[in-house]
C-alpha cells in the first residue's frame, strides 16, 4: 500500500511540475520575438517522427530566465514552443536561438546559418558538441521526409509516406583572435578531406589511421582537431 501511495505521489508531483512549466512559459513568451502559429496538417499520419525527440523538454532560450517547454523538428528547422496544453508556436527563423536543455543532460541547440549541398543558405538547429579557445564542434541532424506511394499494379505494395532519418552532419568554426568563423561542413571523403586540411593532410592521416579514429564520430573529431589546431602553429 505505502508503494502505491509513493507512486501516486510521484505522478502528482510530475505533473504539477510539468503544469508550472507550462504556466511559466506562457507568462515569459512576451519576453521572444517572433512567433508563428503551427497549424500544419501536412505531415498528419506519416510513419516515424520529424523530431530530434518527442517530447516537450523544459529548456533555457538565450538569457530568458522562464523556464520553457520545447522540442526540435529537424525537417523543418523550427524549435517548437508549448504554450499550453492546447497551443503549440514555433520560434521564427528570423532571429538566432540559444537553448540549453534543463532535462539533465545540459546539451546546447544553436540556430545558425550554414550552406547546403547546393549552396544556398539557409537556417538550422545544431547541437553544440564541443568548445574551446581554438575551435567549436556543432552536429547538425537531419530527417528525410518521403512521400506515399499509391499502388500502380496488382504486383506492388503501396508505401507509406514516412520520416527517415539521416546521418548527421558535422561543422566546424574556428577561433581568430576574438571571434569564431562561421561553419565549415566537415567532409567524410578523402579527396574532399585532402583540400580541406590542405598541406596538414598528411598528419591528420597519420594521426587517423595510427589511433583508428573516424571523421563521422563525436569524440574523433575532437581529438583530430586539437591536433590540426596545434600542428599549424609549428
Known sequence: ??????YVTSILFLTSLQCQIVQNSAEGLNELDF???LNNTKYDNVEGSKYLFDEFRPAKINTIKTTHLVRFDVLEHII????SESEIMGLSKNKTYSVTLLDGSNRIFLTKDFQDDNKQVKNGIFEQLHQNQKFILFKRSRIKF?????????????VPAKFIPL??????SFRKN??????????QK????KLFFGKYFAKIEKLVK????????EQDLIKIFNYYVEIRKE
Open 1 to 6: 500500500m505505502k508503494k502505491i501511495i509513493s
Open 35 to 37: 512567433f508563428i502559429h
Open 80 to 83: 517548437e514552443l508549448k504554450k
Open 146 to 158: 518521403q512521400e506515399a506511394k499509391p499502388i500502380k499494379s496488382s504486383y506492388e505494395k503501396a
Open 167 to 172: 546521418e548527421d552532419v558535422f561543422y566546424v
Open 178 to 187: 576574438e571571434e569564431y568563423s562561421g561553419l565549415i561542413k566537415v567532409p
Open 190 to 193: 578523402k579527396k574532399a578531406l
Open 210 to 217: 595510427e589511433e583508428k579514429l573516424k571523421f563521422d564520430l
